[in-house]
């Protein structure tokens, strides 16, 4: 098993689903992990799985909280996870409030840990900063409209930092899976548990420690090596929009 020892990892969105098995293949690999998230008893029940862990409550929309938390950890490994999405609706039967949310979160929020963190990795010159994409920043579905954008847009970010990041001895690397089982499509269908659970009816979806393993593979290359665009489907998934279900 490659060890992360001595290395202090901020995982977002810890609390649940990619973010929590993540969380718990760097604790193994012995690195302390800082869970981010904004509930702290979901937190504290990944905490008690992450030997060495602490926890740090903010919500990643909130600019200034973000900085003043995460902004002086002097992380050399950073998970920009948390995300999300509400509803699927065609457009113009969308809600704009919700789309704020989701704005806010998956490429406000992104941004905001981009700032905050990469300035201290860039000082040290090396560092890992993985982003949560996803299939659907490289296609877009029926009713995918507003997250589509948000995950365009990180993927953007990811090109930008590369650029931006050329010779300071940062990766920044892109994790794009396919459908994957977690909290995400109980939180996208607003609690709907029944249209949730349906997402994956008859198909085999990605488990969140198969994206785990990809970002573990990803920061663990050695130093001259970066690992630029993970994109994982499920075996039963060959794009978007099509799905084998028995
Ligand atoms: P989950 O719903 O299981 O987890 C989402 C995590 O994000 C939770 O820990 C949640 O914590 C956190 N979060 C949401 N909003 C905020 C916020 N404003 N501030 C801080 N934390 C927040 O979903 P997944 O694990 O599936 O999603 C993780 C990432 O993976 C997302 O970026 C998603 O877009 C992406 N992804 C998911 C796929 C899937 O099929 N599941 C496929 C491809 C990508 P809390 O609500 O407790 O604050
Ligand atoms: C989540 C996967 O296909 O529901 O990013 O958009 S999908």
Redesign the pocket.
């Known amino acids: 098993m490659s060890s992360l020892q001595n290395r202090r990892a901020i995982v977002?969105?810890?609390?649940?689903?990619?973010?929590?098995a993540t969380a718990r293949a760097l604790a193994a690999r012995g690195a302390e992990v800082v869970l981010?998230?904004?509930?702290r008893a979901?937190?504290a029940a990944v905490q008690a799985q992450c030997p060495g862990s602490r926890i740090v409550e903010?919500?990643?929309?909130d600019a200034a909280a973000v900085q003043h938390a995460l902004g002086g950890l002097g992380a050399d490994l950073v998970v920009n996870?948390?995300?999300?999405?509400l509803g699927a609706e065609k457009l113009p039967d969308g809600d704009p409030s919700e789309w704020a949310v989701v704005i806010?979160?998956?490429l406000k929020?992104v941004l905001h840990v981009l700032h905050a963190t990469l300035p201290a990795m860039r000082a040290a010159g090396r560092g890992d900063h993985v982003l949560?994409?996803?299939?659907?920043g490289r296609q877009v579905y029926p009713g995918g409209n507003v997250?589509c954008a948000t995950?365009h847009a990180v993927r953007a970010l990811y090109e930008a930092q590369r650029l931006d990041l050329a010779g300071s001895g940062v990766r920044v690397s892109t994790v794009?899976?396919?459908?994957?089982?977690?909290?995400?499509?109980?939180?996208r269908f607003r609690g709907d548990q029944a249209r949730a659970k349906a997402v994956y009816q008859g198909m085999t979806?990605?488990a969140?420690e198969d994206?785990a393993d990809a970002i573990v593979w990803v920061v663990t290359r050695p130093a001259h090596v970066n690992v630029g665009e993970v994109v994982l489907w499920p075996t039963d998934q060959a794009s978007t929009t099509t799905v084998q279900r028995r």
Request: avoid cysteine; charge should be negative; aromatic fraction near 4%.
């Open positions: 977002t969105g810890a609390s649940s689903g990619i973010g929590a981010v998230g904004r509930d979901r937190l903010l919500d990643v929309r996870n948390a995300g999300l999405a806010d979160t998956n929020g949560l994409g996803s299939v659907a997250y995950k794009d899976p396919g459908m994957v089982e977690t909290g995400f499509s109980g939180v979806p990605l969140p994206v």
